[in-house]
């Protein structure tokens, strides 16, 4: 009885393992590439009124894997565990606003900057505030480890504040700006100039910026060839000029570094 249980088992584990080789290989030969993004990033990397994921860097990423002959699959993550993600293997890409820091570069390899951005202090149209040194006492809130967490501690102002405030993403942050709940908000200039489009006259931004940055693509440490045929494909579409159409589609002008 032992001897067949064991034949039995030992059966199993071959039909499994000829499954799974079969499956890596499926997945190998699909050539699909997953996007680590933040669902919540407009007008980068949102949900429209469909709940369909859309924005300027998804459509980046579209066109720059037809280059490549791969297919995209957009998996939403925590932003707070990006880097784990990409480690780990769970996503190939972290491409969705992401800005490139001396720290993130010791975590990750990165593409060449595609996008200028600045962190910026965003306050309701009808606040006293007019510059940083105005934050002194007041409550601000940010995402949390973001680079807009980075560009606050960075600034002599951090000392001053009274509270920081982190929140899961820029979305809920400007809801409880809009409620009285936070003075102000660190948000990407990016991001705050579609909402202030979406809802004029609701906030303003103050005229000092706390940081200039620039956005790249996230490849995992150790995939030189992936960044390689990544940064070849976004080079063909600043040549052919696919990169400025995206731009104009979404910014009304070409923001994409050559």
Known sequence: MMKRLTTFVLVILAVFS???GCSKSADKKDNTLVIGIDDKFAPLG?????????????????AAAAKMGAKVKFQPIDWETKESELSSGRIDLIWNGYTITDDRKKKVLFTKPYLKNAQVVVTLANSKLTKLDDLAGKVVGLQSLSSAADALNANPIKSKVKTVTEFADNVQALTDLKSGRLDAVVIDEVVIDYYMAKEKDT???LDESLAPEEYGIGV???NEELLKKLQNALDDMNADGTAAE??????GENKVIK
Not at 49 to 56: D, L
Not at 246 to 251: D, P, R, V
């Open 18 to 20: 000829i499954v799974t």
């Open 46 to 62: 949102f949900r429209d009124e469909n709940n369909e994921i859309t924005g300027f860097d998804i459509d980046y990423a579209k």
């Open 203 to 205: 906030f303003k931004v």
């Open 220 to 222: 995992k440490k150790g």
């Open 246 to 251: 995206i731009s104009k589609k979404w910014f």
